[in-house]
């Protein structure tokens, strides 16, 4: 980090409570940080952090405090307290496509929108999260994805541990692109919600167990986040690139969604109809769709087609062409163990299939692609 001018966060909550203390009334992380800049409380150098280790070794008492040594710099010119509106090119390091921070306890709550992607996780204790008409207290181990023009606070009164990951609008459209754009009907279904052409107001939610995995990989974001070097922006997106796979890969069955557009229930129920596509792609069908879920099969149909554009059989047919693409590529199986492992029983039928939809035969193309 360059040599600069900061506060740290310890100083940021000790004045909050002696504000509240004081008036009885809380206020506002800017007028906290202002104020202490105002009254040169300020220090000037670089903060010392661990450079030498990776974060996600460093154990959670040390971390949390770590945390409040983390330096806040004074941002806030250029936006007033009756901005409802944050800009991530106001808040956020310039040399930096995600940025971490942490709630700081006693602070006022105030509604407000950002043109950036939030990624707020509880790592200790509870916080209590206002989106729109909706009120929730989260527990350690939850996290949310917010869409940007989402009108939220988060708010904290104890000593609990809330961090928040900032993603400019433009990094998750292109550095995440790859993750969102698979084949994958969760991933499919998220990008649907969170890029709402209509600027409706989202969100998703995990419940993460309060899983290492998750708490060390975001321990690593905040390292990149403030020691700054030429390979951080980088490390950070790669981060938190790893941080959205987790998710994807081991929680996806926790997901919650709000959409201003939808009830929360019946998202719920179309990811599990998802969940269970993806993972009996080979043999399912409607009817038997239909059944588990205890559905009409014309009704289920048309939620099919309705969430994700596409039939039953044009979904089935890409994620089985996606795995047998993968299965040409890497692999040395014949294309009647591929045709089986896809879930085509006729091998004649795979390749014809195969050949209409590529434009060249799975031996054309696993000569091609192969990797």
């Known amino acids: 980090m360059h040599p600069t001018s900061y506060v740290t966060y310890a100083q940021v909550k000790a004045q909050s409570s002696r504000h509240l203390k004081q008036y009885g009334s809380k206020t506002s992380f800017k007028n906290i ?41 004074n941002l806030f010119e250029n936006f007033s307290n009756s901005s409802h509106s944050i800009a991530a090119e106001s808040i956020m390091p310039e040399a930096l496509e995600v940025f971490a921070i942490r709630y700081v306890p006693d602070i006022i709550e105030h509604m407000h929108t950002h043109n950036f992607f939030e990624v707020n996780y509880v790592m200790s204790g509870h916080c209590k999260m206002t989106f ?27 000593d609990s541990i809330v961090i928040s990951l900032m993603l400019r609008k433009n990094t998750f459209d292109t550095t995440f692109f790859q993750l969102l754009a698979k084949e994958d009907l969760l991933s499919s279904f998220f990008r649907t919600i969170l890029y709402s052409k209509k600027e409706t107001t989202n969100y998703i939610s995990f419940r993460t167990d309060n899983s290492n ?8 974001i905040f390292m990149e986040s403030y020691i700054s070097d030429a390979y951080s922006n980088t490390c950070i997106i790669s981060r938190t690139h790893l941080l959205f796979s987790l998710l994807l890969r081991r929680y996806s069955n926790t997901i919650q969604i709000y959409d201003s557009q939808k009830s929360s229930n019946a998202h719920a129920d179309f990811i599990q109809i998802l969940l269970y596509i993806q993972n009996h792609y080979q043999n399912v069908t409607l009817e038997n769709l239909a059944s588990v879920f205890h559905y009409n099969m014309s009704y289920l149909s048309r939620m099919i087609k309705k969430n994700t554009n596409q039939t039953l059989v044009d979904i089935l047919t890409n994620m089985r062409m996606t795995k047998a693409r993968e299965l040409l590529c890497h692999t040395n199986l014949k294309l009647e163990q591929i045709s089986s492992i896809v879930g085509y029983n006729s091998t004649d039928h795979f390749s014809k299939l195969f050949k209409r939809i590529h434009k060249m035969t799975p031996s054309d193309y696993r000569k091609n692609h192969s990797c």
């Open 132 to 158: 729109e008409n909706e009120t929730r207290v989260l527990s350690t181990g939850e996290l949310y994805i917010i869409a940007p023009h989402s009108r939220h606070d988060v708010t904290v009164n104890d």
């Open 213 to 220: 995995d998750i708490r060390n990989t975001i321990k690593d």
């Open 33 to 73: 940080v202002t104020y202490l800049f105002n009254h040169n409380l300020e220090h000037i150098g670089t903060p010392a952090l661990p450079s030498d280790v990776l974060w996600s070794t460093i154990n959670d008492a040390t971390f949390f405090d770590l945390l409040d040594n983390l330096p806040v710099r």
